[in-house]
Structure formats: structure tokens, C-alpha cells
């Protein structure tokens, strides 16, 4: 199935983000490119949290009726989808996304892989068309499709590891001079 490979696709970008962050130094994770960013454990932990947040009980979802999609929310799906491919800045949408720290690297990789286990699992139980169902939740966007979450998905590792890419470039630069 088509979103099962999506899906796996970004457990290798989470598996090669986590085994890059494993191999630098304690301060690393944690230093920050300037007052108010993010470190690099930030990153992954909302990563993390913004996927428990719009996933969050993949158990009880197939038994869920599909949500009604308006306009509203369809258009709002592409105009954040944007916002997230173009690397236009933003808050987080949600309380629930934001990260507090506290937890290690290797809690939350594990967390992390937990989840795509999990979410795979449940793309694998999917039914033929059951993907244009909309039984995702998102907290700007509203109901989204199971395919439209996973493509959502895609967008949102994709920009988180973007940031993450030029944190590390910044750590590198500022730990050479």
C-alpha cells in the first residue's frame, strides 16, 4: 500500500535523525542557535508531541465514524501544509506540541519508534478506501483523511528536519571558533 511506504519512508528519516543526534555530545542537543530557538532535543520532542497529538489513539480509530470535511477545513489542510513546506514561521498550534524538556534523547526516540510502529501497524489494517476517511484530528486544520495526515506527516518531519540540519551547521560553526 501507497501510505504504508510514505509512513515508512519517514521512520528512516526519524531512524537517521535520532542515530545523527545519538552520536553528538550532551551540549549539543541542547544548545541553541539563539535565545528563544529550539535545541535539537526541542525539535524531536515536538516531533514527538505534534505526532501523539493528531495521532493519538491510532487503537480506537478504526472503529471511529469518518468526520464531516468542510471547505474550510480543506483549505486550511493546503494553506498549512504550505505553511509547513515553505518554512513560513508560525506558532505552535497547539499546547500539547510544545516542548518542555526533561525527557532524553533515547526516550524520546523510543517513544517516537514506538509510534511509527504503531502507525504503520494501523495503515497495514486499512481497508480499500478506508484512507479517505477523515478520523484524524489536526488543531488548526480540523478533520483530515488518513492519507491527508500521512502526506501531512511527510511535510512536517521534512521542515522540523530542515531546522535541525542548520541548528547542527550553527552548533558546528560556533563550536569552531
Do not use: C
Amino acid at each position: 500500500m501507497r501510505l504504508v511506504r510514505r509512513a515508512r519512508k519517514v521512520s528512516e528519516k526519524r531512524t537517521t535523525l535520532v542515530r545523527t543526534l545519538e552520536g553528538l555530545p550532551p551540549e549539543a542537543l541542547t544548545w541553541r542557535v539563539e535565545e528563544g530557538s529550539w535545541s535539537l532535543l526541542d525539535i524531536v520532542e515536538h516531533l514527538v508531541l505534534a505526532e501523539q497529538d493528531v495521532l493519538i489513539d491510532l487503537d480506537g480509530l478504526a472503529a471511529l465514524p469518518a468526520r464531516r470535511r468542510t471547505l474550510r477545513n480543506r483549505v486550511g489542510y493546503w494553506l498549512v501544509v504550505g505553511i509547513l513546506r515553505f518554512r513560513v514561521p508560525v506558532q505552535v498550534p497547539s499546547e500539547g506540541m510544545k516542548p518542555e524538556g526533561g525527557r532524553t534523547l533515547r526516550e524520546l526516540g523510543a517513544t517516537w519508534a514506538l509510534q511509527h510502529d504503531r502507525l504503520i501497524a494501523f495503515l497495514e489494517s486499512l481497508k480499500p478506501g478506508e484512507e479517505r476517511a477523515a478520523i484524524f484530528r489536526h488543531p488548526v486544520t480540523g478533520p483530515m483523511s488518513v492519507s491527508d495526515a500521512i502526506r501531512m506527516l511527510e511535510v512536517h518531519v521534512d521542515r522540523h528536519l530542515g531546522q535541525a540540519e542548520r541548528a547542527l551547521e550553527a552548533w558546528a560553526a560556533a563550536t569552531r571558533e
